[in-house]
């Protein structure tokens, strides 16, 4: 048995073109290992499905940070070998998941950052690519204006000012047992210039092993400090369900931090719960190359 489960991210919408956009990066994803039997390879093409479709907060149609302009950040991570790579923060470049794919295959480090990031993936041929959508970069210049005139800003950390899209994530089994995920993001809306999510902080924000593969999504701060992805997978090699763990998970988090986000995970036994305690937390799963339905567990906090 194959999965590949897919997110959008928390208060993003659940209407068709959103979900329609996740089934296809999942089937994406399972024809990739289909035709490769690669666990990364397949992991890339359902994220970089996710990055060139301007409805997500991911690649192309991110946030804009305070600055009015796009860092992104990136990671994969290797169940059974262990191997993680990420990029953070990130200008210039969508495939933020493919350059981190890169810094695991082709050189001896885990983590590159910044403009140290974005010349390796010059270096390795990736396109220039500002990644502003003319909807992100009016939700900037309204915020912008807003503060001028003293207003106070009401949006989504997640998303800007349209609550529609955040940071997108896969986790996938193989029909040989082996696990990984991926994430992909465009960060918080008006962050600090060289802020970083929990996206390639392994533990934090993604996590794969023999037991489990998570990725999580949200305020990345909370995730980071909680080291929720690390928790989960500590719950299940325990012996717990993913539901179980991953409602154990998202309360903690916010008990800690009284953050909102959510989480996806898959078990060596093709289990699998979507857990999340925000407004919204679309999903698409894909088993054995068919599209599935999955309950999203939402947990008041």
Not at 12 to 33: D, H, V
Not at 148 to 163: A, D, I, W
Request: glycine residues 12%; proline residues 3%.
């Amino acid at each position: 048995m194959s999965v590949f489960f897919v997110h959008g991210s928390v208060e993003t919408s659940t209407e068709t073109p959103y979900i329609k956009g996740l089934e296809r990066a999942a089937l994406k994803g399972w024809e990739k290992l289909t035709a490769t039997e690669s666990r990364i390879d397949s992991l890339e093409a359902a994220i970089n499905e996710l990055e060139d479709n301007p409805l997500y907060n991911a690649g192309l149609g991110s946030v804009l940070n305070r600055d009015g302009y796009v860092e992104v950040d990136g990671s994969i991570m290797d169940g059974e070998t262990g191997k993680f790579a990420a990029v953070a923060s990130m200008p210039l470049i969508r495939h933020a998941v493919s350059v981190a794919k890169k810094v695991m295959l082709e050189t001896k480090h885990v983590v590159l950052a910044g403009e140290g990031a974005f010349l390796f993936a010059r270096e390795k041929g990736f396109p220039v690519d500002n990644c502003i959508t003319q909807e992100q970069l009016q939700s900037w210049q309204l915020a912008m204006d807003l503060q001028k005139s003293g207003q106070e800003l009401v949006f989504s950390p997640y998303t800007g000012l349209r609550k529609e899209t955040d940071t997108v994530g896969c986790v996938m089994l193989d029909d040989r047992g082996r696990l990984a995920a991926a994430s992909s993001t465009g960060g918080s809306f008006l962050k600090l210039p060289g802020r970083v999510g929990d996206t390639p902080f392994i533990g934090g924000g993604i996590f794969a092993s023999e037991h489990c593969a998570v990725v999580c999504t949200g305020r990345g701060e909370a995730f980071i400090q909680t080291l929720t992805a690390k928790f989960v997978d500590d719950g299940i090699q325990a012996g717990g369900h993913p539901e179980q763990v991953g409602r154990e998970a998202i309360r903690r988090m916010f008990e800690k931090t009284g953050e909102s986000g959510g989480l996806l995970v898959v078990d060596r036994h093709g289990r699998v719960a979507a857990v999340h305690n925000s407004d919204s937390f679309p999903v698409a799963l894909v088993v054995d190359g068919k599209v599935k339905q999955v309950e999203v567990v939402q947990i008041d906090t």
